[in-house]
Structure formats: C-alpha cells, structure tokens
C-alpha cells in the first residue's frame, strides 16, 4: 500500500476520533470529505464524488461559504458534522498546517438559526440508568442555555413517556447502556444516539449544580454536561443553573393519551393544525410559543399556581384595547433568549446587537401597557420586568443603525462612541474634502474644464487630463503616473500624502470598530442572566396574554376546581372539533359526575360523537391545568393528577399495528397507574378481538374500576349489553348520545342525554348511506334473528338455575356480577386478578374459558 502524504495522515489520525461523525476537512476555500465519509455524503447531499492520490482515496467537497446548507441536511437526517479547521497561519507553518476539530455539531447541540424551529426548542438529552433500576434524564437547550433533570423511580416506560414530552432531537447515553435500550430510541423514537462515559463535573462549572443534592442528579447531568463540553469546544457562559423538574408536581400524561389527544400535533399528519396546541396558542413572539409548551407538556397540580395564571388571564381579558396595545409592543420583541444564547457563544453580529436594542427599547413601554390594567397581578407582572435601559442605551450609543452583516469591515460603529475613531473618521473626511476642493481648484489654476480627479485601487489618487487638452498643461505642474488612449493621468506629492493619509485612516477604522465591537460584545455578555430573566418574564407574559385572546375569541370561561371530586361542565364543547367545522355548528353538551358517579358508560350509534364528547372532557382538564380558560359556559371539577386515554383497537387507525395486545397493554398501564384521582378515557375498549372476549375484558376492566380504583372513567361501547352494568355497579351511570329519526333515517343531535342508547343505530346508518331498501330490510330481518340466537347460546352456557330469566336477559340486561351467578366459568372469570396478568396470559385464560363454554 502506498505510503499516505503527511497530510491524509494526519486526517487519518484525526478521523479516528470522530468514528459517528462527518469529517468536514478544511483545506483552502473547501471542506473536504474522504474515504467512507466521502462516498456517504456524496450520496446524502448530491455532490460530485472525485478521488484523490491517483485514484485510490474517495474524496468529495463542499465549498466554505455555502458548508452551513449541506451541514444542515446533514443535521436534519440525524447526522454528526465534526468541523476541522486550520489552527495557524499557513504562512507560519512548518510542514503540515495544523489543523483541529473545533466543533461537533450534532442534532443536540445546533446553534445556526437556519437549522433550528422558531417555536420549539431543540433538547438534548441524556438518559442515565442506575442499578435500582431508576433513571435520570436531564435535558439541555444549548439555544436558551436551560438545564433541567428530572428523576424517573419506575422504569423504563416512565421515561420514553419522559422523552416523548419534549422536541428532543438526541440522547446521550453510557457506553454500556443496555442494546435494546439504544434500539428503541434509535430505531422506534428516532432519536440521535450519543456516548459519554465521564460524569465528573469540571469544577470551573459546579455552580451549574447548586440545587443539586443527590449524586443521580449529578450523574445524570455530569454525563450531559461533558457531552456538551466535548463537542462544543468553546465558552458556555450561558448555561443556566440545573432546576429539578419534580415531576410529582405535574399531572402525568403518558405517550398515549398524549398521542391520542392531539395535544401537539395530530396524529395522522404529525403536524400542529388541528391539535390543541394549535388552537390555544395566540403568543406573538416565538419565545412565547416555546413557553406554551412547556406548560403544555406539564399541567400544574397546585390549585394555588393554576389559579393565579388564571387570574393573569382574567385580567388581559377584561380590557381589550390594553391588550391589543400590548400584542403589537410584544411583536417588536426578538428572541431575546436566543439572543442570549448566541451572544454568550460568540456569534453574533452587530444586526442581532440592533435587534436586542430593538427589543430593549420595547419594554419601558411594555410596562407602561401593563400598568394600565385595573387588575393587580397584572400590574404585579409588570412591576417583576427588569427593563435594563442602561444596556439599551449603551447600545443605541454604540451600535450603528444599518451595519453590514460582517464585523470586519467597518460600518459597525456610530460616531461620538469613542474618540480616536471619531479622530480617524474626521482624518478622511478632511482628505475626501481636499481632495473634492483639488478638482475645482486646478480647473480654474490651468483652465481645463474637463480635468477631473479619480481614484483606483491599483494606482490611488489621481488627476487625469485628457489628450487634446494636454498643451494647456503648464510643463512640471503634475508628476505623470499613467498613459491611457486619449488621456494622461497625473499625481502630485500632496496628492499621494493626503491619499496615504486616508487609506492609513481607513484601515485604522476598521481595524478598531472590530475591536469596539469585541468589546461591546463582551460587555453584553455580562448582562446574560438578566437578559435571560427578561426574556422568561416575556415569554410567560406572552403565553398569559395569549390565553387571554383565545379566551376571548372562542368564548372560553375560568374554570373553578373542587375538593369533592364532582365534575360540573356545562355547555362543554371540543376546543379543536369546534374550530374545524365548516357548516354545521357544534353541539354543546353537559358533563355531570357527581361524588357518587365515577363512571359514565356511553353508547350510541356511530359517529354519534361518543370520541368527541370524551376528549373534550380530558382536553379541558389540561387546559384548565395548564392556566388557560375553557371551552363551556361554566365549569367545576377537580384537580386531575393524572388523565388516561386507551383507544379500542380498531378505532386506532393510525398505528395501524396497533393489536388487542397493545391495546390489553395500554389498559394495564392505565389501570396499574391511576388514582381515585385521575381521568380514564376508554374508548371503545375490547374491540380488537371477538365480541365475547372483547365484552368480557371490557365488563371486567369497568367493574376492577368501579370496586378498585373509583378514578373519573368515561367509557364508550359499542357492547350494548354492558348498559345492564348500572344495575349492580352503584357509581355507574349510562348516557347515551342522542338520534332521532327523521322519515325514516336517522339524524344525529351529537347530544348527550341520560341512560342507555338503544341498539339498532347500525342498521339506520347504513340507511343514512343510502343502502338499498332491501339490503336494509334484509340486515334488520338478520339482527332480529342473531339476538334470538345468541340469547338462546346464552342460555346454553348458564346453570339450570334461572333460565327463564336469562331467556329475557339479552336484550335489555348483562350477564349479572358473579355474585349472583354460580356458573363455573363466571367463577373462573371472578378468581382471575386481571391486575397480575400479562397480556398474554390473559389470552391464553379466555381461550381455556371458550373453550369450557363451548363444550358445554
Ligand atoms: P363516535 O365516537 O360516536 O363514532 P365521534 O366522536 O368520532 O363519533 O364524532 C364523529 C363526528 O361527529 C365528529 O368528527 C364531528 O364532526 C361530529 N361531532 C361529534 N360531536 C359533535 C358535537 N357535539 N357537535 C357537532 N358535531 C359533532
Ligand atoms: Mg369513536
């Protein structure tokens, strides 16, 4: 093999430290990739492949000034970019030039705006798992420069819900983290995974750890912190104090129920329109927006927090010319937090400069806006905003009003800011002026009207006089510098000092805005904190006047909360159904749980608005939780600690892999998690299988919470007979939503009324399609039939004991709780403790029970 050039050697050796990573390689204008990088990225970006050392070395490049767009790709598709520049000057160098990763950027840890989502934030994560089998995960924005860390005690499920929460886009795990572990956030969460083994905190950063006091706490953020450290190379001054997420303090919403809420995006197209997000989120900056979900990804659990957010909103809402006043004030404010972020790393330009003075300069009358609310937390917000007028001056004093994009060429500077610029400034402005003056003076001294002075950049200053004029020109008056086709150009020796004069100037100009710049940047930075204070005070201020307006436009009221678990909604609408419907209007409806009602059992037809009616339930928990007002005309219910949602298999159209196991599984989690004060949705449950055993799961799911668990449940189904469950379970109750026939078809009311719907809405849907008349006639002479036949089956599989009235039991009554029952297979089923099973033994035992049943 061919020995390698100094130079592929020396890429070799610094390649094999960045084994995840592209290697962008700087030599002259380019980033070069080579070898397995190269033959990648070529296919990845769509560049052209070459080779290099005759042939041998895949080889392909990217031009400096353009590599921000390609790294983009590459950062988006879940990639590594390690940049390696030249450290010293070419010029100086001996040998090789050295050159250095100065670098990584990583899905984690991206700062160029191009690369990052206004309105989320970027996290990165890391995942740490102790041998008691708890967890950390901390996050870090390396934008805002936020550190959080949340303590997970049960397992693993815990924290993918953890994760799930959050825009992270990378994890950072141990190297000995478990394999399936990594798979799952790879390959099923799509998430980037990285490696750090060091947790030990570089002392220089223990102030990052004040309200720290448990060693998995400094692990978990130790080993996050070095990733942060390793990859980007370069100050972190803007990294804030770690806070303990306590996520006790929180309502707990797990993947599913998050999923099947629509609460950040929609399921079928993943995007924001059409989820609650979408429709609560009225904030005019885009720090506002991230802070909305944030309180979104975690409802509050303290009454006290909730209400006070409430009484924020109540009073932005009382007065509307305030409020309008202060939207567009706030719609001058940039992103101060980012801001923040890219000015404690040392890329900003002195644009991003004018656009914190910009913002800056908003918040005095911000303030002003605020004061003129009646409501006291109002002015109480106003009085907690920090202004910093001094720094907003310093920058008004210093920063010029239209500076370029670059900060090595002067034009960043205003005049009066500092004296020796103003010197040099005033040094070619009294140069330019001599040499305007000399033109008009040596058309009068020689009287050649068409004399003029120029200027260019090989030969400076000159005076040119052109050929037919020439004898005019008194002999020894100008030194000659240059012949052109009909003219001569000329210089004097005063001419070429005033000239040295200027050019020296200039250089000098330039060279020192650059400096002032540094330091104005450097004195900037010491106001980070308070920036990043500001910047909270906004966001949240942004989020609560935010509230306010989507208060008023879709007519939400302030929710009140209850110690007596009842549950009072009036006029209860869906936030997101009713803003998405275009001619029909949306049917308000009550929801009235009482202490002595946990469960409300609904049926009726499909398409009835069983879903709808459930979910709106749920969705104005969250956001009475979250602070923001609701969609009803007046609403008491309690805190939720914890709200549950599990869609019936076949009514889950999207993951479509979805089974009667995962939705067995999703039950189980619900039920092994939820409190007497929590909210379970089920919706459909027990539909992915055969009707018996889907009924009998879902009978048996209703009674262990009704005797067990006594959590608020809503559940809908399509189980008629579960409707004779009020019979014997006390805190049960059946509602139905409402139909009617209207000649002959059926007309949904969407309305929700009290007791059980009755049963033959199929048929008439089929009908409302528009089914032919004897297809319809047939299918009702079918159904009369199938009823006759599974009484008679029922009948079959009960003891002799009570036939008779189990001849009569199908149509309007269930089988009753085995108290009443001494069938075998209802003892069976009664000894089972659904609780203890997985799954699949659950399985196995209904097949033993069909089996019984059928050989009877
Ligand atoms: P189900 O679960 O009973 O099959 P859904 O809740 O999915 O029914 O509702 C079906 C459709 O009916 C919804 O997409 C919506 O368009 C409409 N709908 C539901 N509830 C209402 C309501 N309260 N007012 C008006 N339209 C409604
Ligand atoms: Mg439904």
Known sequence: MAQHTPMMQQYISIKSEHQDA?????????????????????????ITLTSRDGGDVPMCGVPYHSAENYIKQLIERGYKVAICEQVEDPKEAKGVVKREVVQLITPGTVMEGSMLEEKENNYLASVTSFNDGTFTVAYNDLTTGENTIAFIPDGWDAVLGELYNRPVKEVVVAPDFAEDWQVTLR????????????????PAFEHLCVHLHQDKYKIGFGRLFNYIQTTQKRTLDHLRPVTIIELNHFMTLDMYTKRNLEIMETIRKQGRAGSLLWVIDATVTSMGARQLKKWLERPLLSQTEIERRHRQVEGFLGQFLERDELRQQLKSVYDLERLAGRIAFGNVNARDLLQLKQSLQEIPMIRETLMKFEHPDIKAIAQSIESLESLARYLEDSIHDQPPVTIKEGGLIKDRFHAQLDEYRSATKNGKQWIAELEQKERQATNIKSLKVGFNRVFGYYIEVTKANLRYLPEGRYERKQTLTNAERFITPELKEKESLILEAEDKIVQLEYELFLEIREYVKSYISSLQHLAASISQLDVLQGFAEVADQHDYVQPTFNQARTINIEQGRHPVVERVMNDASFVPNDVLMDESSDLLLITGPNMSGKSTYMRQLALTAIMAQIGCFVPCTSASIPVFDQVFTRIGAADDLVSGQSTFMVEMLEAKHALSHATENSMILLDEIGRGTSTYDGMALAQAIVEHIHEHIRAKTLFSTHYHELTGLSDHLQRLRNIHVRAEEYEGKVVFLHQIQEGAADESYGI??????????????RATELLQQFEKESARQQVHTQDDEGIAEQMTMFKEDVPKPAKQQTSQIDKHLQSLNLMEMTPMEAMNELYRLQKEANSK
């Open 764 to 777: 008439h849907v089929a009908q409302l399609a528009d089914l032919p008349d004897t297809l319809i006639a």
């Open 187 to 202: 390959d099923r969460l799509g998430y980037t995974v990285s490696f750090q083994e060091e947790v030990e905190i570089d």
């Open 22 to 46: 592209f290697l962008f390689f700087r030599l002259g204008d380019f980033y070069e990739m080579f070898y397995d990088d190269a033959l990648q990225a070529a296919q990845e970006l769509e």
